[in-house]
Structure formats: structure tokens, C-alpha cells
């Protein structure tokens, strides 16, 4: 399982590298993973303190930290 988040982690870091700011559900559909799958990598990046989450309405938006 652990390989499996990792996998999901580094096709969300690339996605948010090439395209920015975008909503979780948003990267569901673009990487190609399940919801909790989505969860499970950004709380990855999280915790390697990589990312930054915005609240807009009941949309909630991931983008990498500015290094």
C-alpha cells in the first residue's frame, strides 16, 4: 500500500508542477486515481509539508508549497 500512495503522491506533485493550483476533485479526474486514493497522497505530501490547501466555498484547492 505504501508504494501504491507514493505512486499516487508523485503523479499529483507532477500534475500540480505542470499545471498549478487545481481543486481535489479536479486531480481525481486528471491523474486518474480514486477520491480516497487523492486523499491518501496529499496527506503524503502533507506531511513532507509540500503542499498548500485553500478552502473556496465546498471546493477545497491543493497547490505546491513556493520553494
Known amino acids: 500500500m505504501q508504494r501504491t500512495i507514493g505512486d499516487a503522491a508523485g503523479k499529483i506533485w507532477k500534475y500540480l ?9 479536479k486531480l481525481a479526474i486528471e491523474c486518474e486515481l480514486d477520491t480516497k486514493m487523492v486523499q491518501r ?9 509540500k503542499l498548500t490547501s485553500i478552502q473556496k466555498g465546498r471546493s477545497e484547492f491543493i497547490s505546491l508549497k513556493e520553494s
Open 41 to 49: 497522497a496529499i496527506g503524503w505530501l502533507a506531511r513532507e509539508d
Open 17 to 25: 508542477k505542470t499545471n498549478g493550483q487545481t481543486s481535489t476533485t
